[in-house]
């Protein structure tokens, strides 16, 4: 699977969801959609192409759905830091600045486009560094690893999945 667009953007961002965009070519890629990727689209679907404008209309969704997971969490944080009072409270919340993304793009069977984006934080050294050619997939790694659907047309996104602590 070869990615037929790599463009890249990097968002800083904070927990107060203020966020500011800079042109980064490292940390996206584009794929052009194959049934063989394990990503939930309906059946009714078709390929196309991603635009900058679109990439940043995907990233402002993406925003906001970081910052409701970030909200619910941090409730979870503060229970956690209850039992476990040396818990690490950073570890519940995603900060897409420290995340690579790739994208794969439909246009569902209302002729809506739809952009499925993974996301993965490299650690440890593991940079996966086939990350441009083929999606990332693991087994756990918790919110160091999710993906969301978004639809561009609606500004909304659907089955946030962010994976499980091993």
Known sequence: MQPFITISFLFVFSFSAKSQSK???SKYAIFQFDRNIPVTFSKVCRTTVLTPDEINK???VLIKCISNYNIQQQKYSTKAKKSYPDIDQNQFFIDLSKYKRQYLTVINEKGEKEIWINCFRPWNNSGFNYWRKKIVRVNDGGNYFFNVIINLA????????ANGIG
Request: avoid cysteine; charge should be positive.
């Open 154 to 161: 609606k500004n909304k996104y659907y089955k946030f999945s």
């Open 58 to 60: 995907a990233e402002q």
């Open 23 to 25: 042109l980064d070519t």
